[in-house]
């Protein structure tokens, strides 16, 4: 475990964060996404050419390239800075997504700022800004939160939802009463759409509803399955009493195949993206299946992004031909026609 002190600041943590995710296996030990039984109904004739495949999709009056969102993961941190600057500079080159880490850090630190700022190698990808929903009880309001967007000249807003890591963190903010009516006043105000983000726990239906009510633009249910942040804390753990608290949430949460179908049922006219434990393009396609409109991939991602921004780009190749054979496999032309396309449970 790694050691820390009482006075623990928001960019040690980030480090913390970023090589525990790297060094540890933070993976959920038994609990998955539920992916795994869900199969697409094999089509040996699809009618179809694969030149024809069309993976391109529209979010947030943006025309993507492929329904890809590299999720939200680091800044704050010198270290984030090579990783954002990797990531974003090829998402650049293939025309996909990208959140940022919580921008808490450079808020709290202006000379933390560039450690997000990526429309330097970027200037045109669908950029999302991040804030921890919870800090609107800890005196962060509209102004914070549009300071978040124009820091990283953003097209949207993500609003994270973390309670457990908060819960299991001995620095920990954890006063989550009262947050959906605050929640409903920064979707009025703020210059940009507001996403609500579970960051991998997921989301029950009823939640989605009351933010859809609140005024959210979207959803990123970042279900179960795919990095345990309870298991990141437990690895930073300042004592054992810590740790063994920490590493009994170690499989809690809503698997992310539950997770979309939820969202899609709450909130069947706003884009849903999918997220949580998505390792390739097959599974960003049964999420698609699900009525997801994007999958997000943050672990893989991370990996890439600490080796160069080659790494990156080709993880998105793979990703985009792995979609793109799905959908000809599954006679579907175009992402509209993979969300009505039946899986098979098994």
Avoid at 330 to 340: E, M, N, P, R
Wanted: hydrophobic share 40%.
């Amino acid at each position: 475990m790694t050691k820390v002190t009482e006075a623990v600041t928001t960019e040690s943590r980030k480090t913390d964060h970023i090589r525990i995710n790297l060094e540890k296996d933070v993976q959920f030990p038994r609990l998955t996404t539920g992916l795994e039984r869900y199969r697409f109904l094999h089509q040996a004739l699809p009618e179809i050419n694969l030149s024809e495949v069309d993976t391109s999709v529209e979010l947030f009056g943006k025309k993507l390239s492929a329904p890809i969102v590299i999720s939200s993961m680091t800044g704050g941190a010198e270290l984030a800075h090579k990783l954002n600057q990797n990531l974003a500079q090829a998402a650049q080159t293939y025309n996909i997504a990208m959140g940022l880490g919580s921008q808490r850090a450079g808020i709290e630190k202006p000379e933390l700022a560039y450690s997000y700022q990526v429309r330097n190698v970027a200037p045109d990808i669908l950029l999302f800004a991040n804030l921890g929903a919870v800090q609107l009880n800890y005196k962060y309001g509209i102004s914070q939160c549009q300071r978040a967007v124009d820091m990283i000249e953003a097209n949207a807003l993500i609003l994270h939802f973390n309670v457990l890591q908060e819960a299991v963190q001995p620095e920990g903010d954890t006063n989550f009463a009262g947050l959906l009516g605050k929640v409903g006043q920064i979707c009025k105000h703020v210059s940009v759409p507001v996403i609500a983000k579970e960051v991998g726990w997921g989301f029950s239906e009823q939640n989605v509803r009351d933010l859809v009510n609140a005024g959210v633009s979207a959803i990123d249910v970042a279900g179960a399955g795919g990095t345990s942040w309870s298991e990141v804390e437990y690895h930073r753990a300042p004592t054992a009493y810590h740790a063994r608290v920490a590493a009994s949430f170690a499989d809690w949460g809503i698997p992310t195949s539950e997770a979309v179908q939820y969202a899609v049922k709450a909130a069947p006219k706003l884009p849903v993206i999918a997220s949580g434990g998505l390792r390739d393009g097959i599974d960003i396609a049964k999420c698609i299946a699900l009525g997801a409109v994007a999958g997000g991939m943050a672990g893989p991602f991370l990996k890439a992004a600490d080796h160069s921004v080659e790494a990156v780009e080709q993880l998105i190749r793979e990703t985009t031909s792995q979609l793109r054979i799905s959908m000809l496999c599954s006679s579907a032309k175009t992402i509209g026609d993979l969300q009505h396309t039946k899986l098979l449970k098994v």
